[in-house]
């Protein structure tokens, strides 16, 4: 791996043709959604697609139309939402999807064996839940072994054996919180959902393309840093909010974990902006 220097000025990047702006991107997909012919075209995804593929479109697109990102609340973007969920839930379940296909020349937007109480932020939270479950399995001794290759290969970004320590506790009780209640998935889904999407651009690169592996994986070890960081802040905000006088300030985690943190994202931080400016 090419030595990083996070603390050297890097180099300055070529200027790129800029992509569209976030804000209209999402009111794109919200009138996509809406104007879609099918469940399959509010995905979009084929009629064939396994799957993967429907969970993996329904959590690109819920990242950029979810109601949360809409300041001030809009509300096509909420019917939107609804709409994502619906598609997700049929076409993510065989026997619906088969249903569905059945009747879909009839009635193209209804959805067989669905319960239309059902709110949508409740499928988004069982598909991160999961996805959690998933990406959680093995994930950290990764990290660990990233973080120890970057230490070995770039001693300006040097990340000490006890933050390593610390950190595993942090990724330890976030396990525990997580899989115990489903209070802090809210806090962060779209962070999740940016963590499952980095994860399947880096399967797609080619093992011969290093800077972008490393570039990738960098960012991804960094999201990953960031979810317990936003959990303890979150915990230490309710207890503030509640007032309770007995319970700890320092949030779930403690101080002294979250700071380990933040030391590491930083570092990280440091590599990443070095290692895009190539």
């Known amino acids: ?61 819920s990242r950029v139309c979810h109601p949360d990102k809409f300041v001030p609340p809009y509300p096509r973007a909420t019917e939107s939402f609804q709409l994502l969920s619906l598609a997700y839930e049929t076409l993510s379940n065989p026997s619906s999807k088969l249903m569905y296909d059945l009747s879909k020349q009839q009635h193209p937007m209804a959805s067989p064996m669905h319960d239309d109480d059902e709110n949508p932020n409740d499928t988004l939270q069982r598909v991160l839940h999961q996805l959690f479950i998933e990406m959680m399995d093995g994930e950290f001794q990764t990290m660990r072994a990233f973080i120890h290759a970057l230490n070995e290969t770039n001693p300006g970004m040097h990340i000490s054996e006890d933050a390593i320590i610390q950190i595993e506790l942090a990724f330890r009780k976030m396990r525990e919180v997580l899989l115990s209640t489903h209070t802090y998935y809210k806090v962060i889904q779209f962070e999740l959902m940016r963590l499952y999407e980095l994860q399947q651009e880096l399967r797609r690169l080619s093992y011969f393309d290093l800077w972008r592996r490393m570039r990738l994986s960098i960012t991804i070890c960094k999201v990953l840093l960031q979810l317990p960081i936003m959990i303890n802040t979150a915990s230490r905000e309710k207890r503030e909010r509640l007032q309770l006088e007995d319970a700890s300030k320092d949030g779930l985690l403690g101080m002294r974990v979250e700071n380990a943190l933040k030391l590491a994202v930083g570092l990280l931080e440091a590599g990443e902006r070095y290692a895009t400016a190539w």
């Open 1 to 61: 791996m090419p030595f990083i220097n996070p603390w050297s000025s890097p180099p300055r990047p070529t200027p790129k043709k800029q992509p569209p702006l976030e804000g209209e991107k999402k009111y794109q997909y919200v009138e996509e959604i809406l104007s879609a012919p099918d469940y399959y075209h509010v995905l979009g995804v084929g009629k064939e697609a396994p799957t993967e593929d429907i969970r993996r479109a329904y959590i690109r697109r």
